[in-house]
């Protein structure tokens, strides 16, 4: 079931002099799916603090209402450091699983989104950390614009992320290759640009980013097949997890809710 909201345009950025609406930038989308999202939060909540350039606008929000004093209450459970960080500096409480094991509710990105609102997540490198808060929610709130969705995963022909531990990662890239041979997968280690040096997730792990040039088949029977790989720590496929997705684009915000 999805439900379309109209856009609201702000001037000075959507529209034109003769008041006619023009295509919003990326982030504007973004920032509305956030604001939407937030709406589901209310006072005295354990809330999952995602992370990336979507999730982003929310913990921004979610520190403005605090302040005003519209939410009280609040406990935030941060998906990485750099979440942390972004949450301390807009004044939002935080904790951890260890004394919250039970989130009211999580507000992520994705990175793709299929017709089931399956996702594939951690191309912003906090995977595992974001699983698995969000696997402990009671509802998991996903925020994307409209190019995030894919008629199956992997379809964006961008990487789906694996973290794996460092210890001889080419054979487990390796592993992973011959895993989806079928689907004509390629395996690479995520570098990070500013030094060639490999990429290190907040676990100290590494990541092997895996691009497909067909759809790998049952998402359930992939995710299981990665994880007994030894080596393996989590994959980025989010397998009916998601409770609902706001999905931000030009013609307005629409919230498809997952058929139970």
């Known amino acids: 079931m999805a439900t379309t909201y109209a856009p609201h345009f702000i001037p000075s950025e959507t529209t034109s002099s003769n008041s006619t609406p023009i295509k919003m930038a990326q982030d ?11 709406e589901f939060i209310k006072s005295g909540m354990v809330i999952g603090l995602g992370t990336g350039s979507t999730a982003k606008h929310a913990v921004d929000r979610i520190g403005e209402l605090i302040e005003q004093g519209v939410l009280t209450d609040i406990v935030g459970i941060p998906t990485s450091k750099k979440t942390q960080e972004q949450a301390l500096s807009v004044h939002i409480p935080l904790s951890d699983l260890d004394t919250h094991p039970v989130v009211d509710l999580a507000i992520d990105g994705a990175d793709e989104v299929d017709p089931d609102l399956n996702l594939v997540k951690g191309r912003g490198g906090s995977l595992l950390r974001e699983k698995m808060i969000e696997f402990a929610s009671k509802k998991f709130v996903v925020i994307v614009d409209e190019t995030k969705l894919v008629d199956y995963i992997g379809g964006s022909g961008l990487a789906m992320p694996v973290e794996v531990v460092p210890f001889c990662w080419k054979f487990t890239a390796h592993k992973l290759e ?5 689907s004509g997968c390629v395996a690479k280690l995520r570098i990070c640009p500013e030094t060639g040096d490999p990429f290190v997730t907040d676990n100290s792990n ?3 980013d895996l691009f497909f040039n067909k759809s790998i088949g049952d998402l359930k029977a992939a995710g299981d097949a990665i994880l007994r790989l030894p080596g393996v720590v989590e994959h ?19 919230v498809k809710n997952k058929e139970r």
């Open 28 to 38: 504007e989308l973004k920032k509305i799916a956030a604001y939407k999202a937030v």
């Open 178 to 182: 011959l895993l989806f041979k079928e």
């Open 206 to 208: 590494y990541t092997i």
């Open 236 to 254: 980025g496929m989010f397998i009916d997890m998601a409770t609902a997705v706001i999905v931000a684009g030009d013609g307005g915000v629409t």
